[in-house]
T-cell receptor
Framework: NAGVTQTPKFQVLKTGQSMTLQCAQDMNHNSMYWYRQDPGMGLRLIYYSASEGTTDKGEVPNGYNVSRLNKREFSLRLESAAPSQTSVYFC??????????FGSGTRLTVV | RKEVEQDPGPFNVPEGATVAFNCTYSNSASQSFFWYRQDCRKEPKLLMSVYSSGNEDGRFTAQLNRASQYISLLIRDSKLSDSATYLCVVTTTDSWGKLQFGAGTQVVVTP
C-alpha cells in the first residue's frame, strides 16, 4: 500500500548511544517532515525538507540531524541520545496540497 | 503562549449525542486550518479541512471564526468509533507546508 514507512517501530537506547530513524514514502511527495509528540505538547517539528536536496530546522532541532537521501527517503539521526529525547517520532510527507500523510511512528525510550 | 490551543478534555459523550469543541490560534496570519484525528498510539490522519464559510463532511461540521481566531468541530450522532483525539492544525502564509499542531482534544463516546 502507498504511504509512509518508518523503521523501527520501537527502540530503547542507553544515554549517549546513537541511532538513525528511517523514513520512506512512495507517493512522489516533494516535502518530508520529522515531528516528535510528547504528552500535552502536541506534535513539534524537528526538521523538514521542502524538496530533495534541502533541509531546514524546525521548532526543536537540537540534538538531531537529518539527511534527505533522495526524494523517497528522509532519515533522522540522534548522535548522543538523552532521556529528554524519549518521545514518539513521526515522519510525514506532503505533496501539492497541505494534507500530510504520516508514518506509523517510532516509540523511542532513552534510559 | 502556544500558537494553537485546545481543551484537552476528555469530552465524555453518550452514543448518539452531539459534541462540539473549539481550538484557538494566536497568529492572525494563519491561513489554512485542518482537523486531524489521532487514535490511541496511532499516527494522525486528516479528518477535514476548514473553510472560511464552514463545511460539513457527513456528521462532522467545521467552522472558522477569523475575528475571534478560533475554529470549531461539531460531531453529530456520535458513534463509538468517533472516540479519538482531535488535533487542531493551522499553517501560516510564511510557513508553507509546516503545520502547527494543537495538543489535541480527547473525545470518549460511551454506550
Amino acid at each position: 500500500n502507498a504511504g509512509v514507512t518508518q523503521t523501527p517501530k520501537f527502540q530503547v537506547l542507553k544515554t549517549g548511544q546513537s541511532m538513525t530513524l528511517q523514513c520512506a514514502q512512495d507517493m512522489n511527495h516533494n516535502s518530508m517532515y520529522w515531528y516528535r509528540q510528547d504528552p500535552g505538547m502536541g506534535l513539534r517539528l524537528i526538521y523538514y525538507s521542502a524538496s530533495e536536496g534541502t533541509t531546514d530546522k524546525g521548532e526543536v532541532p537540537n540534538g538531531y540531524n537529518v539527511s534527505r537521501l533522495n526524494k523517497r527517503e528522509f532519515s533522522l539521526r540522534l548522535e548522543s541520545a538523552a532521556p529528554s529525547q524519549t518521545s514518539v517520532y513521526f515522519c510525514a510527507s506532503s505533496g501539492q496540497s497541505y494534507g500530510y500523510t504520516f508514518g506509523s511512528g517510532t516509540r523511542l525510550t532513552v534510559v | 503562549r502556544k500558537e494553537v490551543e485546545q481543551d484537552p478534555g476528555p469530552f465524555n459523550v453518550p452514543e448518539g449525542a452531539t459534541v462540539a469543541f473549539n481550538c484557538t490560534y494566536s497568529n492572525s496570519a494563519s491561513q489554512s486550518f485542518f482537523w486531524y484525528r489521532q487514535d490511541c498510539r496511532k499516527e494522525p490522519k486528516l479528518l477535514m479541512s476548514v473553510y472560511s464559510s464552514g463545511n460539513e463532511d457527513g456528521r462532522f461540521t467545521a467552522q472558522l471564526n477569523r475575528a475571534s481566531q478560533y475554529i470549531s468541530l461539531l460531531i453529530r450522532d456520535s458513534k463509538l468509533s468517533d472516540s479519538a483525539t482531535y488535533l487542531c492544525v493551522v499553517t501560516t502564509t510564511d510557513s508553507w507546508g509546516k503545520l502547527q499542531f494543537g495538543a489535541g482534544t480527547q473525545v470518549v463516546v460511551t454506550p
